[in-house]
């Protein structure tokens, strides 16, 4: 069982900068892929970045790529989401999530999920 809470989600400018954490719960997290998924109002939740166990291999949406970065702490149970160049169709509630396969998009392949965090991109 992996508990995940996320954080440091808010309101930011277009152009602007936000990294989110997701803190993860259990001596078993070095051992799970993990990844953000995204949901907008009205929107299907969609894939947006995923880190494997070792945090090796990293994937990306096209949407995102080169403007978001995945990283992780196995030492702090902990994933990250750096988000540069941020734009309003960027908007959504961020959603962390554990799966025990590497490099899957779709949000079945994905067994454990946090409650989201809201980031908000407006002038």
């Known amino acids: 069982q992996v508990q995940l809470v996320e954080s440091g989600g808010g309101l930011v400018q277009p152009g602007g900068s936000l990294r989110l954490s997701c803190a993860a719960s259990?001596?078993?997290?070095?051992?799970?892929?993990m990844a953000w998924f995204r949901q907008a109002p009205g929107k299907e939740r969609e894939f947006v970045a995923s880190?494997?166990?070792?945090?090796?291999?990293?994937y990306y949406a096209n949407s995102v790529k080169g403007r978001f970065t995945i990283s992780r702490d196995n030492a702090k149970n902990t994933v990250y989401l750096q988000m540069n160049s941020l734009k309003p169709e960027d908007t959504a509630a961020y959603y962390c999530?554990?799966?025990?396969?590497?490099?899957?998009?779709?949000?079945?392949?994905?067994?454990?999920w946090g409650q989201g965090t809201q980031v908000t991109v407006s002038s």
């Open positions: 880190i494997s166990a070792g945090g090796i291999n990293t």
């Open positions: 259990g001596r078993t997290f070095s051992s799970y892929a």
């Open positions: 999530t554990a799966g025990s396969r590497s490099g899957v998009t779709a949000k079945y392949d994905y067994d454990y």
